[in-house]
C-alpha cells in the first residue's frame, strides 16, 4: 500500500538535520526569509537568537565572502536568481567559522507568486579534511626540498642493503643514475672494505638514535674517498624496523686541509716558541732602558696591566714598581677614586672621557702620533704633573698598549700662581689706586670750588694792589692745582686701561676756540702771541672725541707757553693721505719759540712724571704726566706724537690721529689762517639761568660766578623744585645748570622728566658734578643733558659753556651791575659759638656779606635736621639718614663748624655701616648742631633758637 502526498514539514526538518543542511525559504516580495530548525544546530545559537534580517545574516558572514552573500541577499525577494554554488563561511555561536555551500532554486508551492529556496549545506569537516590534505602535501614538497637540496648525500636502505632511494647529492658523490633503478644498486658496493657494511645488519641496535662513523667508501666506478657518516633505523607503524636511512659527507678534502693546518700549527708555536725568546730578550732590553730613564715612564699592555714602572716613577709618585707591575689597579698611584688614566684611554680611544675627566686641560700631542698631553695637580703626593700618553702598535698597526711619560712642574705651576697673585695683586693695587684717585679728586675738587670760584669773584671787586696781587697767586695756583689733579686722574685711567674715546660730531673750529678760552689770557700776560692756521683741505665737521683733543692741544700748548719767554706759540693743521674715504688722518704741529731741548733730553721726554731737566720742576712746575697722557691719547686716536727741538731755538710738537668724516656737511672749510676770539665777560649780560643744587653754598658761589658775568639767576634745590618752576610756574629760562645728586629727584631724572615736555625738549641742560668721570659724562648724555661741568667749577670754563649753549635772542637784554666786594676781618662778625670764624671767612674768601648770608641759610636750612634724621632712624630709612647726616657735615665744614663737621662725619659712618653705638653718635651730633643753630640765631637775631 502506497501513500502519496507532502511530507509533513517534521519529517522536512528531520531530513535537512541528517543532511547538516539548512534551507531558506523567500517567498517573492518578501523582506525576509523563512527558516528551517535545523539552522539553531548548524550555528550553534538558540531558535531565538538565529538571525532574521538580511542585515543580521550579513553580520555572521566571513569579511572574505561578504560580497557575494550581500549580492544574493539583494536579488532574493525579487526573482529567483540564477547564481551558481558558492561557499560561504558564518560565525558560529562558539566563536569559530564553518563554512557552507549554498545554493539557490526557485519553488512553486507558493503559487504564482513564487519563491526561492536556499539550502546552507556544512562542509566544514570537508574543508578541514581539504586544508589538511594541502599542508600534507605541503610538508611533502618542503621535506623533498630539504631532501634533494641537502648538502649531504642521504639514502635510504632496505634492511638488505638495497637502495630504496637517493637525493641528488647522493647520486652525484656515488655516481648513481639519478633516472635508474635506484634499488638495483646495494649499499655494500659503496664501501671500500665489505666489512665496513656489517653495522648496518643490526638495525635494532641503533634504533632510537643517530650513530656516526667514519668509513672508506667510494664510487660506482670505484673512486675511493673518506666518508663522515651517520644512520638511523627507520620503524614502520608496528614500530618494527623496516630501513635505515644513511648520511654520508665527503671529507676527504677536510681531513686533508686539518692535517695541513696540523703541520702549519706545529710550525707557529715553533715559531711563537722562537719569537717568544727574541721578545723577552727585547722586553728585558726594553725594561733595562725605561728603568735606567731619568724621565718617570709606565707602560701598560692591551688588557690595561701595567708592564713597566721605573725607578724614576717610584720617585715621583712615592709607590715602588712591585706594588704596579702587573696590577690593573693604576689609578691607585694617582687617584682616591677609581678612574683611568690617560695611559688607559689612549688604549680604548675613549675621546669623550678623555673630554669629560680633563676638561680644557688637555690637548693633542703634536710629537706622537695618536697621543695625547695633559697637566693636572695631584693632591694625593701634592706635585703638578705634565704627563703624555700615546699607544704602543704592532707590526699590523693593532694597539698592543700604551705608554705614559710623567713630568714634574710643580715648581713651574707655585711660579706660575705667585705670578698670578701678584698680577691680581697688582691690578688689585690699580684699581684702588684709581678708586683712591678719583676719590680724592672729587674731594678737591669741592673745596677747589670755592677757591677758583670766589678768587674769581673778589678779581672783579675793588681790591688794593696786594689783596689783587695775592688774590691772583690763590686763583691762579688753584687753577694750576686742579690741572694736577685732572692729569693724575686721566694717567690713573690709561694706566688701568679704562681710558674710553668717544665718538660725536664736532666742529674743529669750536674745539679750538675752547682751547684759546683756557690758554690765550695765559699768553696775553706772558706778551706771546697764539696763533692757529688750518689748511684748507681740512674738514669742518668731524666724528670723534672733541674733549680729548682738546686736552692734547691744552697740553702741548700749555707746554709752549711755559717753555717761551719771548715770540710767539703757533698751531698748524693739516690733512695727511689715510688709507680710505670713511678716515680722516689730521696732522697737528706746535711750534714754540722757547728755550728748546737737546737730543738726549727728547729721548725719555713722552715717559711718566718726566721732563727735560730735573731743574724744570723748580724753575717751571709741572708734574710731567701732560705729554705720557698725550702719547696715549693720540695712540688711542690710532696716532703717534714726537718732537724736534734745538737748545734755545724752540721745539715742534708734531702729533697724529685718525677721525672719521662729519655726518652732517659743513658749508665752508676752513679758511688759511684762524685766530679765535678774547672772551669777554660782558657776552653773557641778560642772561637767564635756573640753578639747580640741593648744597646753599654752592648755589651761592655759582650765583655769585654767574651774577658777575651779567646773568640773571633763580635756583631750585632738587629735581622737582625746578620742575615746578619751569613747567607750573614757567619762569623765563635760558639755560639751566643741573647738579646730578640731589634729594626727592636727582638731575638726571629731572632732566627725562623735561625732556619729555614741549618746553623742556630744546632747553640747554648742563649737567654740574664732582665726578669728572666718563662714565659718569654717558649717563648725563642718555638722561638728555647738552654738556658737562666738571666741579669745581672753573669760571672761564663756565662762562664758554654758557656762550656756546647761550640762545640768539638772549644778548639783547640789559644785566644787573656786578655786586663789588671788599676784603674784611672775622672782627665783623658777632660771636657763633662752635663756629671757627676765621677759617669760616677764609672759605668765603673773605667776604662778611656773603658768609653771612652762608650762615643765615645754614640755620634755616638745618634748624629741624635733628628731628629730620630721628624720624628717618625710626622708620628704618636709614638711607635717607645718610644722606642727610652727609649733607650736614659737607656745609658744617664749609662754615668753620670743624666739631659739628666730626659729629657728623662719624653719624654718617655709623648709619651707612649699622654701628651697634648709633646713638651715642646721634646724640652728639644733635649737641653738637644744637649749639651751631643756637649760636647762628643769637649772633645774627633770628627768632627761632633751634631744635631741642
Known amino acids: 500500500m502506497s501513500h502519496h502526498g507532502p511530507l509533513p514539514a517534521t519529517a522536512l526538518e528531520e531530513a535537512l538535520a541528517i543532511a547538516g543542511m539548512g534551507c531558506w525559504h523567500w517567498p517573492h516580495g518578501s523582506v525576509r526569509p523563512l527558516l528551517s530548525a535545523s539552522f539553531s544546530a548548524l550555528l550553534g545559537y538558540p531558535h531565538e537568537a538565529l538571525p532574521q534580517t538580511p542585515g543580521q545574516w550579513l553580520n555572521l558572514a566571513h569579511p572574505d565572502e561578504r560580497r557575494p552573500f550581500a549580492d544574493l541577499l539583494e536579488e532574493l525577494g525579487q526573482a529567483a536568481p540564477d547564481r551558481p554554488p558558492f561557499h560561504l563561511r558564518l560565525r558560529h555561536g562558539s566563536g569559530l567559522w564553518r563554512w557552507f555551500e549554498v545554493r539557490v532554486a526557485p519553488s512553486a508551492l507558493d503559487g504564482d507568486g513564487g519563491a526561492s529556496v536556499v539550502t546552507f549545506t556544512d562542509i566544514t569537516r570537508h574543508k578541514q579534511t581539504e586544508a589538511g590534505l594541502q599542508r600534507i602535501e605541503k610538508s611533502e614538497k618542503t621535506y623533498r626540498a630539504l631532501v634533494e637540496t641537502s648538502p649531504d648525500a642521504i639514502l635510504l636502505l632496505g634492511l638488505d642493503g638495497a637502495v630504496h632511494m637517493a637525493n641528488q647529492q647522493a647520486a652525484r658523490l656515488f655516481g648513481l643514475d639519478d633516472l635508474g633503478d635506484p634499488g638495483a644498486t646495494r649499499v655494500q658496493a659503496l664501501f671500500a672494505a665489505a666489512d665496513d657494511a656489517d653495522f648496518l645488519r643490526q638495525p635494532d641496535d641503533f634504533s632510537g638514535f643517530i650513530a656516526t662513523r667514519q668509513l672508506a667508501m667510494q664510487s660506482i666506478d670505484g673512486r675511493p674517498f673518506t666518508a663522515a657518516t651517520a644512520y638511523t633505523t627507520v620503524m614502520d607503524a608496528q614500530g618494527e624496523a623496516s630501513g635505515i636511512v644513511l648520511f654520508v659527507r665527503d671529507v676527504t678534502d677536510h681531513l686533508k686541509a686539518e692535517r695541513e693546518l696540523e703541520r702549519h700549527r706545529q710550525n707557529l708555536e715553533r715559531l711563537v716558541e722562537e719569537r717568544t725568546f727574541e721578545l723577552g730578550e727585547a722586553h728585558a732590553t726594553l725594561a733595562k732602558t725605561i728603568d735606567a730613564s731619568p724621565v718617570p715612564t709606565l707602560v701598560l699592555d692591551a688588557g690595561h696591566r701595567i708592564t713597566h714602572w721605573n725607578a724614576a716613577c717610584e720617585q715621583i709618585i712615592g709607590v715602588p714598581a712591585s706594588q704596579m707591575v702587573g696590577t690593573r689597579d693604576q689609578w691607585k698611584a694617582f687617584y682616591p677614586n677609581q678612574r683611568p688614566i690617560m695611559a688607559d684611554l689612549v688604549i680604548t680611544g675613549e675621546m669623550t672621557r678623555i673630554q669629560e675627566l680633563y676638561s680644557n686641560k688637555y690637548r693633542r700631542s703634536k710629537l706622537v702620533h695618536g697621543g695625547y698631553e695633559a697637566e693636572d695637580y695631584f693632591p694625593m703626593f701634592d706635585r703638578w704633573l705634565f704627563f703624555t700618553a700615546a699607544p704602543l702598535h704592532d707590526k699590523q698597526g693593532r694597539i698592543v698598549g700604551a705608554i705614559e711619560t710623567l713630568q714634574d712642574i710643580t715648581e713651574r705651576k707655585q711660579a706660575e700662581v705667585a705670578l698670578t697673585d701678584a698680577k691680581h695683586a697688582a691690578e688689585a693695587a690699580a684699581e684702588t689706586k684709581a678708586t683712591f684717585l678719583a676719590n680724592m679728586s672729587h674731594e678737591i675738587r669741592t673745596p677747589m670750588n670755592a677757591v677758583i670760584g670766589l678768587a674769581h669773584l673778589l678779581l672783579k671787586g675793588d681790591l688794593s694792589g696786594k689783596q689783587r696781587d695775592y688774590i691772583s697767586r690763590i686763583h691762579g695756583a688753584a687753577k694750576m692745582l686742579l690741572g694736577v689733579i685732572n692729569d693724575v686722574l686721566d694717567f690713573s685711567k690709561i694706566e688701568a686701561g ?62 709752549a707757553l711755559k717753555f717761551t719767554a719771548s715770540g710767539s706759540v703757533s698751531v698748524y693743521v693739516r690733512r695727511l693721505a689715510a688709507d680710505s674715504d670713511a678716515c680722516v688722518r689730521l696732522e697737528f704741529d706746535v711750534q714754540d719759540t722757547g728755550i728748546g731741548m737737546s737730543a738726549e733730553q727728547q729721548r725719555n721726554l713722552f715717559q711718566a712724571f718726566s721732563q727735560a731737566d730735573t731743574s724744570i720742576t723748580r724753575k717751571f712746575g709741572g708734574t710731567g704726566l701732560g705729554l705720557a697722557i698725550s702719547k696715549h691719547l693720540t695712540e688711542l686716536m690710532g696716532g703717534d706724537i714726537r718732537v724736534s727741538s734745538q737748545p734755545r731755538v724752540g721745539s715742534t710738537f708734531s702729533f697724529t690721529i685718525n677721525l672719521r668724516p662729519g655726518r652732517q656737511p659743513a658749508a665752508v672749510v676752513h679758511a688759511a689762517s684762524h685766530r679765535p676770539p678774547v672772551v669777554d665777560d660782558n657776552l653773557l649780560a641778560g642772561l637767564r639761568v635756573l640753578l639747580v643744587d640741593d648744597l646753599p653754598t654752592n648755589c651761592l658761589i655759582a650765583g655769585e660766578i654767574l651774577e658777575a658775568f651779567g646773568a640773571t639767576v633763580d635756583t631750585a634745590e ?144 638745618f634748624l629741624g635736621e635733628t628731628e629730620a634724621i630721628r624720624a628717618a632712624i625710626d622708620s628704618g630709612d636709614l638711607a635717607t639718614a645718610e644722606r642727610r647726616a652727609h649733607s650736614s657735615k659737607g656745609l658744617a665744614g664749609t662754615i668753620g663748624a670743624s666739631a659739628l663737621q666730626q659729629a657728623a662725619k662719624a653719624l654718617e659712618t655709623a648709619l651707612r655701616e649699622r654701628d651697634a653705638g648709633l646713638e651715642a653718635f646721634f646724640a652728639r651730633f644733635a649737641d653738637e648742631l644744637r649749639q651751631v643753630i643756637d649760636g647762628i640765631a643769637r649772633g645774627f637775631g633770628i627768632g627761632e633758637q633751634g631744635p631741642r
Not at 679704562?498 to 665718538?503: A, F, K, N, T, Y
Not at 674745539?511 to 697764539?530: F, I, K, P, T, W
Not at 645728586?741 to 619729555?756: K, N, V
Open 718 to 861: 632738587n629735581g622737582v623744585q625746578a620742575l615746578r618752576k619751569l613747567l607750573d610756574d614757567q619762569i623765563p629760562c635760558d639755560v639751566v645748570l643741573m647738579d646730578i645728586q640731589m634729594p626727592e629727584m636727582d638731575g638726571l631724572e629731572a632732566t627725562r622728566r623735561l625732556r619729555a615736555t614741549l618746553r623742556g625738549a630744546r632747553l640747554p641742560i648742563i649737567a654740574m658734578t664732582a665726578h669728572a668721570l666718563d662714565s659718569e659724562r654717558e649717563r648725563c648724555r642718555a638722561a638728555g643733558m647738552d654738556d658737562f661741568i666738571a666741579k669745581p667749577i672753573d669760571p672761564e670754563f663756565l662762562q664758554q659753556k654758557l656762550l656756546r649753549w647761550r640762545p640768539a635772542h638772549a644778548g639783547k637784554r640789559a644785566s644787573r651791575t656786578p655786586e663789588k666786594t671788599c676784603m674784611s676781618s672775622s672782627c665783623e662778625l658777632p660771636e657763633l659759638p662752635g663756629i671757627d670764624k676765621a677759617d669760616g671767612l677764609r672759605r668765603m674768601m673773605n667776604k662778611p656779606a656773603l658768609y653771612e648770608k652762608v650762615l643765615r641759610d645754614f640755620h634755616s636750612r
Open 498 to 559: 679704562q681710558m674710553r674715546l668717544e665718538e660725536t660730531e664736532f666742529t674743529l673750529d669750536e674745539v679750538l676756540d675752547n682751547v684759546s678760552s683756557v690758554l690765550l689770557h695765559r699768553a696775553q700776560e706772558m706778551g706771546l702771541e697764539l696763533q692757529y692756521v688750518v689748511e684748507p683741505g681740512v674738514p669742518a665737521q668731524l666724528l670723534g672725541d672733541p674733549l680729548r683733543l682738546a686736552q692734547i692741544l691744552v697740553n702741548l700748548i700749555g707746554n
